[in-house]
């Protein structure tokens, strides 16, 4: 068959005589699903065109998992970047499903763009669209989901259309495909693709020929599970799909309102190698509204960074943040950010968040146990002693939003993504300043303060969700105090005018000298990478833990700011209206 006749996307605008020219010098071939396009840092030598099928492009990514860029859907070019830049490929793409793939050769390119300009404009229009994306976002959204039921106890049904109504709620149009699908051929299923917004395609895990077919047509698979059972072992079958294989998969535990607690989460994470874990809880309704945004891309996330003290602007941001009606589906912070950020995924009120923060920071000084160091000004036992108070045994899987922390890593030099394990022990790392506190050794790996190499995790929170991100930024490239240096006293005489409450001033040094990065290189383009950026006026210094409402307040001013300056469009990515 003419490829003129096959062929959708930007080839169809180029015109008669530029096609029938591409027709002599593609290639045409088969790409099973899971298989390989091309890896990330091999050599561009052609631009290609999906006709049929979804592929995915994805980078390397913390902690094995891979980062997803994006989907390409039919009719859509793919490696036009990297072949007109000449420099290797940036990602790697796969094929989610059995695809039919175009290759167009670097010289065949070059040579028909020469004497057909409509091909390079074409090209050029939709590199523009993907640019204005994002840099994290280059590609389609997911829009097929596969909802398999690990229990036959769910409703799976009930669910699925329970989902599909809160999609309607907020204008997304959702078709739910049960197993009556499993009989129908491959293009019955594109149409539904291209007729909706979101495809959920619900099946039943002990129905393994349906099942696997709804997850190897899937950009995405959430495992529903019941929060009151243990996972099986194995869990999926042997033969996992290119969703399950590249870790495109979800856990979403269902709650009666009586559980009794026959496992963790955590189990279930483990256990289904899932990237994210999410409740649904019956008698929360903004559960399923919560999952209701993350199906459709519409998300919410919050990040907050480090900064010692100043994090205290944090909270009133996040005030003005609540009484402007956000909702935050995703949270994530670094060091001090941290900490604030886990207090809203443990969804305590304002009036907790600021009681708890008062006691712990401001009403005694929890670097107050130092001593003459040997790893670290401080002992650390107070930072301990409060975090277990106020975090217990809390696993990040129980957390009722998704939640990520970053400390650094001084074994690889590389940002270290906290999102599994005991709470308190991934704030322990996120907050060891160098120095100050004691290192946290997790295995061959030695973890200290986040803010050492990435102190505002805006592009980690961009790889953890599809939708828009608020950020907080508290970071300041402020100098230490001369005078704190200059006839400074000796030990003993500091003790004699501070006592051993009030840490000497070779703390401000560490501390500066351990965030000195922060405010180079790439933290502009942090900053970029949220939709909504707070950045408090505040002169509080890392170590002025007195100094709270005054910094409180200045969060909240900078937040009722940067709010009133949203468009109206805008503000609808974030749920105001």
């Not at 994006?70 to 796969?94: D, F, K, N, Q, T």
């Not at 495992?223 to 009151?228: N, Q």
């Not at 003790?495 to 040094?509: D, Q, T, Y």
């Amino acid at each position: 068959m003419p490829l003129s006749f096959s062929l959708p996307g930007f080839f169809s605008d180029i015109g008669k005589v530029a096609l029938k020219a591409v027709e002599h010098e593609v290639e045409w071939f088969c790409l099973p699903a899971g298989n390989l396009l091309y890896a990330e840092g091999e050599p561009s030598d052609a631009l290609y065109l999906l006709r049929s099928g979804a592929l995915a492009a994805f980078r390397d990514g913390a902690m094995g998992r891979p980062n997803l860029l994006g989907y390409i859907r039919a009719g859509e070019p793919v490696g036009e970047m990297s072949m007109l830049e000449e420099r290797p490929h940036s990602a790697s793409v796969y094929a989610m499903r059995d695809s039919e793939v175009v290759r167009l050769p670097t010289a065949s390119f070059e040579r028909l763009a020469e004497k057909h300009p409509s091909l390079m404009r074409e090209l050029s229009k939709m590199m523009l669209q993907r640019l204005r994306s994002g840099p994290q976002r280059q590609g389609s959204e997911p829009k097929v989901f596969a909802l398999v039921s690990c229990s036959p106890t769910i409703d799976i049904d009930f669910r699925g259309h329970e989902l599909q109504r809160a999609l309607a709620r907020i204008g997304v149009s959702a078709a739910v495909v049960g197993e009556e699908g499993a009989n129908w051929p491959g293009p019955r299923l594109d149409e539904y693709e291209k007729d909706h917004q979101v495809v959920l395609l619900i099946a039943r895990l002990g129905d393994h020929n349906w099942a696997r077919r709804a997850m190897g047509r899937a950009d995405r698979v959430w495992l529903l599970a019941r929060g009151d059972a243990r996972p099986s072992t194995p869990l999926l079958p042997a033969d996992p799909t290119p969703a399950t294989r590249l870790k495109l998969l979800d856990v979403v535990l269902v709650h009666d309102g009586g559980d009794r607690r026959a496992s963790r989460p955590r189990e279930w994470a483990q256990a289904a190698e899932a990237a994210r874990v999410f409740h649904w809880r019956q008698e929360r309704p903004d559960d399923l509204s919560r999952l209701a945004r993350t199906l459709a891309g519409r998300s919410v996330g919050l990040v907050l960074s480090g900064g010692g003290a100043r994090a205290y602007a944090h909270i009133g941001a996040i005030d003005a943040f609540r009484q402007a009606g956000m909702e935050f589906d995703f949270i994530g912070g670094a060091s001090m950010g941290a900490i604030i950020a886990a207090g809203i995924a443990l969804e305590w009120t304002q009036e907790e968040l600021i009681e708890r923060v008062r006691e712990a920071f401001v009403e005694s000084n929890p670097l107050g146990d130092w001593r003459l160091p040997v790893v670290s000004l401080a002992r650390g036992h107070r930072v301990d002693e409060r975090l277990e108070k106020h975090f217990g045994d809390v696993d990040i899987a129980d957390l009722a939003r998704p939640f990520f922390c970053v400390s650094s890593n001084l074994s690889n030099g590389r940002p270290f993504i906290h999102r599994s394990g005991k709470l308190r022990d991934a704030l322990r790392a996120s907050i060891a300043i160098p120095g100050i506190l004691p290192p946290v050794v997790n295995g061959d790996r030695v973890l200290v303060d986040g803010a050492v190499f990435t102190n505002f995790p805006s592009e980690q929170m961009r790889a953890f969700h599809r939708g828009v991100s608020a950020g907080v930024d508290v970071t300041r490239a402020q100098g230490v105090n001369p005078e704190d240096f200059t006839n400074a006293p000796n030990f003993f005489g500091w003790v004699r005018r501070n006592g051993f409450n009030e840490l000497p001033p070779i703390a401000s040094l560490l501390m500066r000298s351990a965030t000195a990065g922060v405010m180079v290189g790439k933290h502009q383009a942090y900053r970029e990478a949220v939709d909504l950026l707070v950045l408090p006026d505040t002169d509080t210094d890392l170590r002025q833990w007195k100094r709270f409402e005054e910094t409180i307040d200045s969060g909240r001013r900078a937040a009722e700011f940067a709010i009133s300056e949203l468009s109206r469009d805008e503000a609808s990515l974030f749920g105001l209206r």
